[in-house]
């Protein structure tokens, strides 16, 4: 099959990509698009499947790399044209769109098989590797899917049996999500779903995570629709007791509990550390923000208080944690509760990610979402009875939530209430940043509790 040079599909590219929902940049003018690896997994006379990673370059930003799996073909499918880079010549278009493209790499998977050598431009190093845990056996054959709509990864289903996520962001080195499911796995922790297997290739001389294969929770339901369901049903009878979640809280909290006890045995921890730094660190962020958001400034004096007693709070534990635990980020099947998606804080470098940190920060990051599961709801309505149904479901799910988590630590998060306090506030200022630029009708939600918190 005749191809089109790099430098074509580059330009053709440069358009393209910032189109994509999982194009993490909108806004910033991209420059270019420069092919760093270009691996061809398969040649069939109708489909050639080819691993792409490109620097996308801005004029006043640095580079990001990112990776598209395409598929080459003479001619595609109606239902493939909205997925079409380019079309000068063979067709080549986002191969996660294509069943066909996605059972290719379901195979590379299940076989172990290296790709075939492919085009590199000079100067670069590439072969897409695909492992496997030890003792993980995936099948050959299996058929996928993309699951739901594409956020800053694409998700396929394998078989129905097994999740891949591509990672269409790529940083240089091992994801913290293979990293932190290999050491769950090796802890037989149960509140996670099983890592089968990841994609590697050396880019810039450094072992870097692709993607990853695990075990796909069938018939699952993500947290947070099932917290909104629960909320919305407690405010349309304004009663809190019709649509109880706190039985549900206080299993996340016991699960989550575990996972840190696992990752605490599995990788270590620290019990005599300072939270002097840690809060001066949060403190600092508070104060740029306000930049962004100058309803911080009248704050300000009150959050520099708590800050001081949180600073002088006793000395506790690190260790890795998530990072950026959420409802959004645990699944609820039939029998417990599951975390996913340990990547940590996207803004962050993988360096960054994994800095031991406390539990309190995941503790702090569901507390904020249960708030937020109750008062996104409320962002139109002055209604006083239904401010006051939101407000008692939330503490009943926090308490809820920390007794489960206590009860499974042997350690109350809220015994280090300043502390507490402190995370939660960081975590409420990053989302008064983000409501303020992409949401503002929603600023009033982080800006309530940021009120309430240093009250």
Not at 125 to 131: I, K, L, Q
Not at 433 to 445: C, D, F, G, H, Q
């Amino acid at each position: 099959m005749s191809l089109e040079p790099d430098d074509r599909l580059d330009t053709a590219l440069t358009s393209w990509i910032p189109q994509q929902r999982w194009f993490g940049s909108k806004g910033k003018p991209v420059s270019a698009v420069r092919t760093i690896m270009r691996e061809t997994v398969v040649e069939y006379e109708d489909l050639r499947v080819d691993h792409l990673l490109v620097s996308v370059e801005f004029d006043d930003h640095e580079p990001e790399i990112y990776q598209v799996p395409l598929g080459i073909r003479e001619s595609v499918s109606d239902d493939l044209l909205p997925w079409v880079v380019s079309s000068d010549g063979p067709v080549v278009y986002d191969g996660m769109r294509d069943p066909d493209v996605i059972s290719v790499y379901a195979d590379q998977f299940a076989t172990g098989t290296a790709p075939r050598e492919g085009r590199r431009p000079a100067g670069t190093t590439g072969d897409v590797r695909f492992r496997t845990m030890d003792g993980s056996v995936i099948e050959a054959g299996m058929k996928g899917r993309v699951l739901g709509a594409e956020q800053s990864n694409t998700s396929v289903i394998l078989g129905n049996t097994l999740l891949l996520k591509i990672f269409r962001r790529v940083n240089l080195g091992i994801n913290p999500d293979v990293e932190l499911h290999r050491a769950l796995g090796e802890a037989n922790c149960e509140f996670v779903a099983s890592l089968r297997g990841w994609m590697e290739a050396d880019v810039d001389g450094t072992e870097t995570t692709l993607a990853m294969a695990q075990d796909f929770a069938a018939g699952s339901s993500e947290g947070w629709t099932t917290a909104l369901e629960s909320v919305k049903a407690a405010l349309d009878a304004h009663d809190v007791t019709v649509s109880d979640f706190a039985s549900e809280s206080d299993e996340l909290g016991a699960a989550v509990a575990a996972v840190h006890a696992d990752l605490a045995s599995s990788l270590g921890k620290s019990d005599d550390s300072s939270p002097a730094g840690t809060v001066a660190a949060i403190l600092n962020r508070v104060e740029e923000a306000s930049a962004v958001v100058p309803q911080l400034v009248s704050f300000l004096p009150r959050i520099r208080a708590l800050i001081e007693r949180a600073k002088s709070a006793d000395t506790f534990s690190v260790q890795r944690i998530h990072g950026d635990l959420h409802l959004g980020q645990v699944l609820r099947t039939q029998p417990r509760w599951l975390l996913i998606d340990f990547e940590g804080e996207p803004a962050k470098s993988f360096d960054e990610r994994r800095i031991p940190d406390s539990p309190l920060r995941d503790v702090a990051g569901m507390l904020r979402s249960f708030d937020y599961a109750a008062r996104n709801l409320l962002v139109d309505s002055s209604d006083a009875a239904r401010e006051e149904v939101a407000r008692e479901w939330v503490n009943r799910n926090v308490a809820a939530f920390c007794d489960g988590y206590s009860r499974v630590a042997g350690v109350d998060p809220r015994d280090a209430a300043d502390l507490l306090r402190a995370y939660e506030l960081d975590k409420a200022v990053y989302e008064a940043v983000y409501e303020a630029r992409n949401r503002p009708t929603w600023l009033s939600i982080p800006m309530h509790a940021i009120e309430r918190l240093v009250g």
